[in-house]
């Protein structure tokens, strides 16, 4: 299975700062990589697929970058409503795999 | 847009089955892959198989082979999730969620809590 390690595990940030987390791959995935966002008691809900793609709906101030085993998601200027868990997920092969999560708090 | 709706909360004792569904609205459903992951506190968001509702089409994860069955009644459309032989380590919220064709989950259906207890 592809083994995938995000970082940082948690992070403190205010409104209005620019927020970066990375996910590392065991072996090089292409592009096939999708990042969600999940909050407390609700389904995680796609933001990027293939690497660098916003799902519709999603508000460009989420972009994500990087290929073969390193990937970057980011927030341009965190609002409110972004405090969350963030996962990323390869669809390079079977089974997918997800990494452990990044939770976001308000500092 | 398409929304996953699913069965509610089941409690089930160690060594028993359990059943979820997943209802698709829209006229879609045979369309794409419809997946099943599993959510806990200890092990995360993990995939545990897909199905191609259009020719029930199977693909499980190596952890899940052998006791986990996917299904689907196209005429409702619906898909089914069973795992058998229950361990209390099941206990999750278990999500189906569908492939709109960029390798990605979207969307989720709304989850189904699990609890596998004595």
């Known amino acids: 299975d592809i083994q995938m390690t995000q970082s940082p595990s948690s992070l403190s940030a205010s409104v209005g700062d620019r927020v970066t987390i990375t996910c590392r791959t065991s072996?090089?995935?292409?592009?096939?990589l999708n990042w969600y966002q999940q909050k407390p008691g609700t389904a995680p809900k796609l933001l990027i697929y293939?690497?660098?793609s916003l799902q519709s709906g999603v508000p460009s101030r989420f972009s994500g970058s990087g290929s073969g085993t390193d990937f970057t998601l980011t927030i341009s200027s965190l609002q409110p409503e972004d405090f969350a868990t963030y996962s990323c997920q390869q669809s390079y092969n079977m089974p997918y795999t997800f990494g452990q999560g990044t939770k976001l708090e308000i500092k | 847009q398409v929304q996953l709706v699913q069965s509610g909360a089941e409690v089930e004792k160690p060594g028993a089955s359990v059943k979820v569904s997943c209802k698709a609205s829209g006229n879609t459903f045979s369309d794409y892959y419809i997946h099943w992951l599993r959510q806990t506190p200890g092990q995360g968001l993990e995939w545990m198989g897909r199905i191609n509702p259009n020719s029930g089409e199977t693909k499980y994860a190596p952890n899940f082979q052998g006791r986990v069955t996917l299904t689907r009644d196209t005429p409702i459309s619906t898909a089914y999730m069973e795992l058998s032989s229950l361990r209390s380590d099941d206990t999750a919220v278990y999500y189906c969620?569908?492939?709109?064709?960029?390798?990605?989950?979207?969307?989720w259906g709304q989850g189904t809590l699990v609890t596998v207890s004595s």
């Open positions: 969620a569908r492939d709109p064709g960029v390798l990605a989950f979207d969307p």
């Open positions: 293939a690497a660098s």
């Open positions: 072996q090089s995935i292409s592009t096939y």
